[in-house]
């Protein structure tokens, strides 16, 4: 398959999904990692993500893994 | 326009059997290679697929953890993949990179705009890109390095690629036949 082929189904499929949308079936359906950036002390890294949804009350600290594990309140 | 060529699996004797008895099971997994699919060792950078195959199956019997090996008897299982040009992504050419690098600035565009910057992998994206449908997605093919057993002992470990492989993700509907065509002791 050549690009023009394809196209105009990439745009489409970003022009209508939100980025938060996005963002969360990176994370929770295809096991993307984010890139973390403490730019205080020039260190960059990538971090698994284990994302709760909105209805979450609290940040869940026995998930704050030393791997790196990231919880996101949303 | 239909395209057809053989690959070739390196596998342990006991699941060549099941392959050849009730077709592959998906590899799943492999994000920096060409994501969730069965993987074949097809011409390109090298023609002896057969060999890379022989040589894949001898280095993943070697458990590193319990220092021996899982399987003595391997085979090589010659398998005959069709695919339809619109369902298939050739890395090993300029416009099948075209695509990934399309979809990864998209991607990137849609992302950072809620100040997010994720870490990108061949086959996430690909993986992505078929189970949403974002365009036909069944064959892909793409030079990469692979480590044998070889390179693992003397780690030798080099950028430039070394051979091609192919995934297929579906095989009862890309994979027309099955036949082992060599088989091997690690020694």
């Known amino acids: 398959m050549k690009l023009q082929d394809v196209k105009e189904r990439i745009d489409n499929f970003f022009d209508n999904i939100t980025a938060e949308k996005l963002y969360e079936i990176s994370v929770l359906k295809y096991n993307f990692s984010e890139i973390i950036i403490d730019i205080e002390n020039n260190h960059f890294e990538t971090s698994k993500v284990s994302y709760y949804p909105s209805a979450t009350p609290v940040f869940d600290n026995d998930k704050d893994e030393v791997s790196g594990t990231l919880a996101l309140a949303s | ?187």
Request: overall charge negative.
């Open chain 2, 1 to 187: 326009m239909l395209f057809s060529f053989n690959g070739h699996h390196g596998t342990s004797s006991e699941s060549a059997k099941k392959i050849i008895a009730s077709n592959y099971e998906l590899s799943i997994g492999n994000d920096e290679w060409l994501g969730n699919g069965v993987y074949f060792f097809v011409p390109g950078i090298s023609t002896k697929t057969i060999e890379l195959a022989e040589n894949w199956a001898i280095a993943q019997s070697w458990d590193n953890e319990n220092k021996q090996n899982k399987y003595i008897q391997y085979c090589v299982i010659q398998s005959e993949i069709e695919v339809d040009e619109s369902e298939f992504l050739d890395l090993t050419k300029e416009e099948g990179v075209e695509i990934l690098s399309y979809l990864v600035d998209r991607y990137k565009d849609k992302i950072k705009t809620i100040g997010r910057s994720m870490k990108f992998q061949d086959g996430l994206l690909l993986n992505l890109a078929r189970e949403e449908g974002i365009f036909p997605l069944e064959v892909v093919k793409g030079n990469f390095y692979i480590k044998f057993a070889k390179e693992r002992i003397e780690k030798i470990n080099l950028r430039t690629s070394n051979c091609t492989i192919c995934t297929v993700y579906n095989p009862s509907k890309n994979i027309l036949s099955n036949s082992i065509i060599k088989t091997g002791q690690v020694k």
